[in-house]
C-alpha cells in the first residue's frame, strides 16, 4: 500500500528555532509538492519540484523558508528561523508527473 | 492568477443529495480536481474533469463547463462517513500546480 510519509507528525517549537519536516513521496512518483493549510488560508502551495529539480516556489517565504530534495525519497522543508504565524498543518504531495496528487498526513506544526 | 469559490457549509440529510458547486477564473486551465478532506486528515482524491461533462465514479460524480468556468460535485445516497471537507482545484495551464478553493464542509445529519 504505498503512500507518502511525513515526519514529524506534530511538532510544537518556541518562536526562533529552526524546524525541518520531511517527507517520502511515493516510490516512483517524479513530482513532489508542498502545501500549507489554515483556517483562514486554506491549502497553500508553498513549493514543488519535478525530478528534483525545484519548478516553483513562489508561495514561499524566501527570507525564512527553504526546500529540497537531497534525493528521490526525500523532500525537506525548513523554517528559520520559526514564527508563531508559521503555526499550520504542513503536507508532502507526491504524483507521477501531471496525474492526480497524493497527500501525505501532515504535520501540525505549532509555534509559540 | 487564480480565483475559486465555493460554499463554505453545507447541511444534507442521510441518504439525500448534496451538489458543491464550484466556480473559479483563471489565467489558464488544465483540469479541474475534487478532493475529500475529513477533519484532522489529508486531502484524497475524489475526481478529475478537463473536459466538459459529467463524470460518474459510484456515488459521486463530478461535472465541469469550461466556458462557464464552473463545476459541481455531486453526492448521492448520502451517509454519514461523507461529512467531510470537499476541496475544489484548478491546475494551470503548464506543470501540475493546483490552486485550492477555500473548501465546502458538508455535514451530514441522520
Known amino acids: 500500500d504505498a503512500r507518502v510519509t511525513q515526519t514529524p507528525r506534530h511538532k510544537v517549537t518556541e518562536m526562533g528555532q529552526e524546524v525541518t519536516m520531511r517527507c517520502q513521496p511515493i516510490?516512483?512518483?517524479?513530482?513532489v509538492f508542498w502545501y500549507r493549510q489554515t483556517m483562514m488560508q486554506g491549502l497553500e502551495l508553498l513549493a514543488y519540484?519535478?525530478?528534483?529539480?525545484?519548478?516553483?516556489d513562489s508561495g514561499m517565504p524566501k527570507d525564512r523558508f527553504s526546500a529540497e530534495m537531497p534525493d528521490a525519497t526525500l523532500a525537506t522543508l525548513k523554517i528559520q528561523p520559526s514564527e508563531p504565524r508559521d503555526s499550520a498543518v504542513y503536507f508532502c504531495?507526491?504524483?507521477?508527473?501531471?496525474?492526480?496528487?497524493?497527500f501525505g498526513p501532515g504535520t501540525r506544526l505549532t509555534v509559540l | 492568477g487564480q480565483n475559486i469559490d465555493q460554499p463554505t457549509e453545507m447541511t444534507a440529510t442521510e441518504g439525500a443529495i448534496v451538489q458543491i458547486n464550484c466556480t473559479y477564473q483563471?489565467?489558464?486551465?488544465?483540469?479541474l480536481f475534487w478532493y475529500q478532506q475529513h477533519a484532522g486528515e489529508a486531502p484524497t482524491f475524489l475526481s478529475y474533469n478537463v473536459l466538459d461533462g459529467l463524470e460518474e465514479k459510484g456515488r459521486f460524480s463530478s461535472f465541469l463547463s469550461r466556458s462557464k468556468g464552473y463545476s459541481y460535485l455531486l453526492l448521492k445516497e448520502l451517509q454519514m462517513k461523507d461529512s467531510a471537507s470537499y476541496l475544489c482545484a484548478v491546475r494551470g495551464a503548464a506543470g501540475n500546480k493546483l490552486t485550492f478553493g477555500g473548501g465546502t464542509r458538508v455535514l451530514v445529519k441522520p
Open positions: 504531495a507526491s504524483a507521477p508527473w501531471d496525474n492526480e496528487q497524493f
Open positions: 516510490l516512483g512518483h517524479n513530482t
Open positions: 519540484f519535478r525530478n528534483r529539480a525545484p519548478l516553483d
Open positions: 483563471t489565467s489558464g486551465f488544465n483540469g
